[in-house]
């Protein structure tokens, strides 16, 4: 598995903006799909935005299309999360995720569809 290490998480009044950045351990991780999750207590981890391979497409659910921006930098094995716009629900732990068991070049939706991730970064938005 890949090591996945998130960065950027804080608080922040509603309508401000944070960058998320997922560092990870080894070069390869730039051949394959990524995204973020996030989670709150006693409730499931749900997809915020997901990335190709390539970088060429991306998928918001509509909670957060508009306001959330995902990208990559594959030469530094990066991957980013811009959040503009924040609002008391987007309070959770991100998790960043990554899938190593195959380089298609697709988008991937579902947590069981990856299977490296991060250790989380808290993000909380207050009123």
């Known amino acids: 598995q890949v090591q996945l290490v998130e960065s950027g998480g804080g608080l922040v009044q509603a309508g401000a903006s944070l960058s998320l950045r997922c560092a990870a351990s080894q070069p390869t991780a730039s051949n394959y799909p990524m995204a973020w999750f996030r989670q709150t207590p006693g409730m499931e981890r749900d997809i915020v935005a997901a990335i190709t391979r390539s970088g060429q497409s991306t998928y918001y659910p509509q909670s957060v299309k508009g306001r959330f921006t995902i990208s990559r930098q594959n030469a530094k094995n990066a991957v980013y999360l811009q959040m503009d716009d924040l609002k008391p629900e987007d309070t959770a732990v991100y998790y960043c995720?990554?899938?190593?068991?195959?380089?298609?070049?697709?988008?991937?939706?579902?947590?069981?569809?990856?299977?490296?991730w991060g250790q989380g970064t808290q993000v909380t938005v207050s009123s």
């Open positions: 995720a990554l899938r190593s068991l195959d380089n298609n070049d697709y988008l991937y939706t579902l947590r069981g569809h990856y299977d490296s």
